[in-house]
Nanobody, 121 residues
Framework: QVQVVESGGGLVQPGGSLRLSCAAS????????MGWYRQTPGKQRELVAG???????NYVDSVKGRFTISRDNAKNTVSLQMNSLKPEDTAVYYC???????????????WGQGTQVTVSS
């Protein structure tokens, strides 16, 4: 079994910063891609930032220059540093890990439980 636990999030004023973290544990052979998604009521979940096993990153245009994704392969963790937050960043943020539990099993997506980020004065 694999457990994915998120931490961070909360209420912050516009222009402020937050850091989200996500840790995976359990029967993990290899983690390929890691990413952070967000979702607001009535909208589809969107990819905010992703990072490959080799460290290549990609971001949705609206967060470029403000958010930074990073991973620690030794600890099976991924973080999202969010700076210069705006009200439109308000959403539930989900950690996503594409991983294998053994060499002979195809990669599968695992999700965190979601954490609320609210940007408001």
């Amino acid at each position: 079994q694999v457990q994915v636990v998120e931490s961070g999030g909360g209420l912050v004023q516009p222009g402020g910063s937050l850091r989200l973290s996500c840790a995976a544990s359990g029967s993990i052979f290899r983690i390929n891609a890691m990413g952070w998604y967000r979702q607001t009521p009535g909208k589809q979940r969107e990819l905010v930032a992703g990072i490959t096993e080799g460290g290549s990153t990609n971001y949705v245009d609206s967060v470029k220059g403000r958010f930074t994704i990073s991973r620690d392969n030794a600890k099976n963790t991924v973080s999202l540093q969010m700076n210069s937050l705006k009200p439109e960043d308000t959403a539930v943020y989900y950690c996503n890990l594409r991983l294998r539990i053994s060499p002979g099993v195809p990669p599968y997506d695992y999700w965190g439980q979601g954490t609320q980020v609210t940007v408001s004065s």
